[in-house]
């Protein structure tokens, strides 16, 4: 067999009201103030889809043995570069190892479930296991309803040909040019056709045939259904489908669309481990997937789910939170106003490409150095011990701090220094097992950071080049509060 070894999941803790976006635009759009209710998460300026799977990844491999893993997949139809692979970025944050195939999924809503259902048939081959990520980060003109519906957040899953903490039963896919909105090349924004339409004659007629025929294939009753995952963001489709096919209310699972959002290729999946986390060994998980087609799958939750470790997943990232009201800073970290950002701002931000390759360990991966002679643990790496009672040269071997917790030593609240979120602030932080580093601060609350403060890294944007759009990583200290685990 071949199942999911471990999870994880990551929803930005910013959620926008979705009041603060209709306040803002109703006056020209009346019928927006039907969405008035709820909120949706919302990426922070420095994050994007491939940060938010990367954070997703650390979760679902913080009880994991990285060094059994063969391939990362990644999909997502926001990636941060169209010609760069993606999924490669992700496996050096990872510190994987050179040695692993990656590959990035794209072009359909339904990448998320099609790219897991070939990166399940990887895993069955005995190749070891796959990372299989999905993230997106979707941007939308103002005052449009997708403004309203979208959302932000990325999944991980871990794949192994074994049946794991649930087991891969089976799917069955259709696929189907139907064109419920798209975005052709170069397009800022995606374009969407007439919800009725959407609904009658794509979910109504293109899904339950396929959910059928993968009932029928499997021998399984809709009764046997326990929970049942459909991400759609129109009202009672969900729902219409499982009582057109005759699985119970009762397994229909929430859409999540009010606490985060639709996540675009992600949302399937994001549903799927939110369903993990709350079910119970003998639980059949069946998922849906719309786009262009219809993917549908089928997972059996295992008694190995009650002994997976404790991880922030999905729930965890709904519950920690931070109500956000100012549509205008929402605006401006999505570039969908020109600010004026001061002079400050206007530096030439190019990334010096043979330093990043070179440096890649310490920059992507935020590995630095340990002593072999004396133990003794330093950011960055270099080639003489900083231990005075040793200074051995040449002894330094590499060591991760990105999972490494620290505490603040110091800090600065700048205004002055530019920020697209002010004001900056940074400063040093000692990590538990030593060494100590200078960095930037993120995900901080003004007035709320203090010294002895507890501290995680998190992969972040450092900077974006738009002279040459070319997104520059880094690693950044944030609140470990903000990231305690769920279940």
């Not at 603060?20 to 889809?49: H, P, T």
């Not at 913080?62 to 992700?90: L, M, W």
């Not at 959302?151 to 039963?169: M, P, S, T």
């Amino acid at each position: 067999m071949v199942g999911i070894t471990a999870f994880g999941g990551y929803i930005p803790r910013l959620r926008l009201s979705r009041k603060a976006i209709v306040d803002a635009n109703s006056w020209q759009n009346g019928a927006l103030k039907a969405y008035a209710k709820a909120e949706r998460s919302i990426c922070n300026w420095d994050e994007d889809s491939l940060t938010m799977a990367v954070e997703a990844a650390r979760d679902c491999l913080s009880d994991q043995d990285r060094s059994k893993i063969a391939a990362v997949y990644f999909a997502s139809t926001t990636f941060p570069f169209d010609d760069r692979q993606n999924s490669g970025i992700a496996a050096e944050a990872l510190n994987l190892g050179a040695d692993i195939n990656t590959l990035d999924i794209s072009a359909s809503q339904r990448a998320g479930t099609s790219g897991l259902i070939a990166a399940l048939k990887t895993a069955a081959a005995g190749g070891g296991q796959v990372l299989y990520l999905a993230g997106e980060k979707r941007r939308t003109k103002a005052a449009s309803q997708q403004e309203l519906l979208y959302g932000d957040g990325a999944v991980a899953l871990l794949l192994g040909d074994k049946d794991g903490v649930a087991k891969f039963i089976g799917s069955h896919s259709a696929a189907t040019d139907f064109v419920d909105h798209y975005r052709g090349h170069g397009a800022e924004f995606d374009y969407a056709w007439e919800e009725r339409w959407i609904r009658d004659e794509g979910y109504n007629k293109i899904v339950p045939p396929v959910i059928a025929a993968l009932l029928e294939k499997l021998k399984l009753k809709p009764a046997d259904i326990t929970h049942f995952c459909m991400p759609v963001t129109l009202r009672g489709v969900a729902a219409a489908t499982a009582k057109k096919l005759g699985i119970a209310e009762s397994a229909v699972r929430e859409n999540l669309d009010g606490q985060c959002g639709d996540t675009g290729t992600a949302h399937a999946l994001v549903m799927l481990v939110h369903a993990l986390q709350d079910a119970k060994p003998g639980d059949k998980i069946l998922v849906a997937s719309f786009g262009q087609g219809c993917d549908a799958m089928l997972f059996e939750a295992t008694p190995a789910l009650a002994k997976l470790g404790p991880r922030v997943g999905i729930k965890g990232s709904l519950a920690r939170r931070r109500p956000e009201t100012n549509y205008n800073k929402y605006l401006s970290f999505n570039d969908l106003v020109t600010t004026d950002k001061g002079m400050r701002a206007e530096t030439d931000k190019q990334t010096a490409l043979t330093t990043l390759y070179r440096k890649k360990g310490m920059l992507t991966g935020l590995l630095g150095g340990r002593c072999s002679k004396c133990g003794t643990v330093q950011f960055p790496k270099s080639n003489i011990c900083v231990n005075p009672n040793c200074n051995a040269m040449h002894t330094q071997e590499d060591h991760p701090f990105a999972d490494m917790p620290g505490r603040v030593n110091s800090y600065t609240a700048d205004q002055l220094t530019y920020s697209p979120d002010p004001p900056a602030h940074y400063g040093m932080v000692q990590f538990a097992e030593g060494g100590r580093m200078m960095v930037d601060f993120t995900d901080v609350d003004v007035g709320k950071v203090e010294v002895g403060m507890q501290m995680r890294m998190v992969f972040r944007i450092k900077e974006y080049d738009a002279q040459r759009g070319f997104t520059k990583y880094f690693w950044k200290a944030a609140p470990a509060a903000a990231s305690s685990k769920e279940t």
